[in-house]
């Protein structure tokens, strides 16, 4: 004889507790369901932030990339052509060096120049490298505003190495002394802000010219108001020497 609640047949709460889920259940499911859900929006919150971070040094990388073609051409290519004159000191600025800017004269890239030589000017100004830029011969004598190349910048310094007096190459500077005349070379070091993902290598680029076979190769002459067609100051005469040059005020280096 078998006893009728022996197997939970014929009790109706034991039918009834083996048919659900106890409260405990239920709310250990819930748990381990937002466990889930958790875990799965950070790993998705994680991989958000690795695909900004990874985009982010992408660009600073492409930035510091683009920015050092950009100078290394542009200083490769300096040409031996005044843009200002010092008529207390007899001389010609074909480039001025210091160690916050730069400034030399130069062929703008094909999609930004207009023709001619440009004046260009790289300068360190608070955290930024602004770079500023006129055509040489123009009646405006105003720059562009300035195209900001990079910013962020903690520090930074320009440097320059020329030929020595004994004809060897010489040390780095941070002021170049004679603006009559281009260096060698010229060298960026920049050090950026915490956060920026950049890194700068040294820029040392060298000069394309033969700084000694152009040193008098290009020379100022007349006063401002004899030739103010060019820049308001006076005008080029390539290989021209002041011996030959009637009427002409020459500055011999």
Not at 142 to 170: H, Q, S
Not at 214 to 237: H, I, K
């Given at each position: 004889?078998?006893?009728?609640?022996?197997?939970?047949?014929?009790?109706?709460?034991?039918?009834?507790?083996?048919?659900g889920?106890?409260l405990?259940?239920?709310?250990?499911?819930?748990?381990?369901?937002?466990?889930?859900?958790?875990?799965?929006?950070?790993?998705?919150?994680?991989?958000?932030?690795a695909a900004?971070?990874?985009e982010?040094?992408?660009e600073?990388?492409?930035?510091?990339?683009?920015?050092?073609?950009?100078?290394?051409?542009?200083?490769?290519?300096?040409?031996?052509?005044?843009f200002?004159v010092?008529r207390?000191?007899g001389?010609?600025?074909?480039?001025?060096?210091?160690?916050?800017?730069?400034?030399?004269?130069?062929?703008?890239?094909?999609?930004?120049?207009?023709?001619?030589?440009?004046?260009?000017?790289?300068?360190?100004?608070r955290?930024?490298?602004?770079?500023?830029h006129?055509?040489?011969?123009?009646?405006?004598d105003?720059?562009?505003?300035?195209?900001?190349?990079?910013d962020?910048?903690?520090?930074?310094?320009?440097e320059?190495?020329g030929?020595?007096?004994?004809?060897?190459?010489?040390?780095?500077?941070?002021?170049?002394?004679?603006?009559?005349?281009?260096?060698?070379?010229?060298?960026?070091?920049?050090?950026f802000?915490?956060?920026?993902?950049?890194r700068?290598?040294?820029?040392e680029?060298?000069l394309?010219?033969?700084?000694?076979?152009?040193?008098?190769?290009?020379?100022?002459?007349?006063?401002?108001?004899?030739?103010?067609g060019?820049?308001g100051?006076?005008?080029?005469?390539?290989?021209a020497s002041?011996?030959?040059?009637t009427?002409?005020?020459g500055?011999?280096?």
């Amino acid at each position: 004889m078998t006893l009728a609640g022996s197997n939970g047949r014929g009790n109706p709460a034991g039918r009834h507790r083996s048919a659900g889920f106890t409260l405990i259940e239920v709310m250990l499911a819930m748990i381990l369901v937002g466990l889930i859900i958790g875990i799965g929006v950070g790993g998705i919150r994680m991989s958000r932030k690795a695909a900004e971070t990874g985009e982010h040094r992408i660009e600073a990388i492409n930035a510091v990339r683009t920015t050092q073609e950009f100078l290394r051409k542009q200083l490769a290519r300096a040409l031996p052509l005044a843009f200002d004159v010092d008529r207390t000191e007899g001389r010609n600025h074909v480039f001025v060096g210091e160690d916050r800017e730069v400034t030399f004269v130069a062929p703008m890239p094909g999609y930004l120049s207009k023709g001619g030589p440009y004046v260009q000017r790289l300068a360190l100004e608070r955290d930024r490298l602004n770079f500023y830029h006129r055509m040489l011969i123009s009646e405006d004598d105003g720059e562009e505003e300035p195209v900001t190349l990079l910013d962020r910048i903690r520090r930074g310094r320009f440097e320059y190495r020329g030929i020595d007096e004994e004809g060897k190459l010489g040390d780095w500077e941070d002021d170049w002394e004679d603006p009559s005349r281009t260096p060698m070379m010229v060298r960026l070091s920049l050090e950026f802000q915490d956060g920026t993902y950049m890194r700068w290598p040294v820029l040392e680029v060298p000069l394309l010219i033969d700084v000694g076979g152009v040193n008098n190769a290009y020379r100022f002459f007349g006063p401002a108001e004899d030739n103010s067609g060019l820049m308001g100051e006076g005008q080029f005469v390539p290989g021209a020497s002041p011996a030959t040059s009637t009427g002409n005020r020459g500055v011999r280096r």
